[in-house]
């Protein structure tokens, strides 16, 4: 969807927008004529991002907060800022999140119950959030970033990161469920393949198949958003299948291909 400027441009916010994945798809919202609502724990690299964009589309309004989706009132209260300075707010990216924990019983507790809050009890959170403001306009869609991670639990420093992200989807789909027969108000849970960013940038390629640039994955992550479906694999292909395989496999089988 391209706007000119002199339509009522839509208004999308995106969680963990400093880096990666939300700031490649900041990057793809504000090219088909979205304003830009950003928020992530570093304001200076979104700072960077909103000069670059600004100076290719200077007709975007794009607005920065900082915020630590950890920090619960504060979800809650840079959520209303922007819906009262936008006076709207059309789609709602609960996209921040941190990479892998460590092997449960090794010592780290504290790394894995932060990958929980930050992955899952801050997606509720955001949730909670963003629904406060679509149940009273009466319309909005919130997509929830998942992971094809999500599919299975996944051993060692992965455990915490796929139940987290299974929690996620799982959040998604009881949301899903419960919005099925409110016209204007949409449900979208993702689950990305390997994208390259900075989260997965020293895993070594063997361990990340059919990989793509994060300009793509974003391009495509996007399309897929734009469509407001139920869920979708990006890309589809060969993320759709492998889901399938992933979730009805022997462990024994899933194990050796993750």
């Known amino acids: 969807m391209t706007l000119s400027p002199t339509d009522n441009r839509p208004v999308v916010l995106i969680t963990g927008a400093s880096s990666g994945l939300g700031a490649g798809m900041a990057r793809e919202f504000v090219a088909r004529g979205y304003d830009l609502a950003l928020c992530a724990r570093r304001l200076e690299p979104m700072a960077e991002l909103r000069t670059e964009l600004q100076a290719k589309f200077p007709n975007a309004r794009i607005e920065l907060a900082r915020l630590d989706v950890t920090n619960y009132s504060e979800v809650q209260k840079t959520f209303a800022d922007f819906h009262n300075s936008y006076g709207r707010l059309d789609k709602v990216i609960v996209n921040a999140g941190i990479g892998s924990g460590a092997p449960i019983g090794k010592g780290d507790m504290g790394a894995n119950i932060k990958v929980i809050e930050t992955n899952f009890t801050a997606a509720l959170a955001q949730s909670e959030a963003a629904m406060e403001i679509f149940r009273t306009a009466g319309h909005g869609h919130i997509v929830f970033i998942s992971s094809m991670s999500a599919m299975r639990g996944l051993r060692g420093m992965m455990t915490s990161y796929s139940a987290s992200k299974a929690a996620v989807a799982t959040l998604a789909e009881g949301l899903r469920g419960e919005v099925?027969?409110?016209?204007?108000?949409?449900?979208?849970?993702?689950?990305?393949?390997?994208?390259?960013?900075?989260?997965?940038?020293?895993?070594?390629?063997?361990?990340?198949?059919?990989?793509?640039?994060?300009?793509?994955?974003?391009?495509?992550?996007?399309?897929?958003?734009?469509r407001r479906p139920a869920k979708a694999y990006v890309p589809w292909w060969p993320w759709a299948p492998m889901g399938w395989i992933m979730r009805n496999a022997p462990l024994s089988l899933v194990m050796k291909l993750t």
């Open 180 to 226: 099925l027969r409110k016209k204007g108000i949409d449900v979208t849970t993702i689950f990305p393949g390997y994208i390259a960013t900075e989260i997965n940038a020293d895993v070594p390629k063997s361990r990340t198949p059919f990989i793509i640039d994060a300009a793509k994955g974003c391009r495509l992550l996007v399309n897929a958003i734009e």
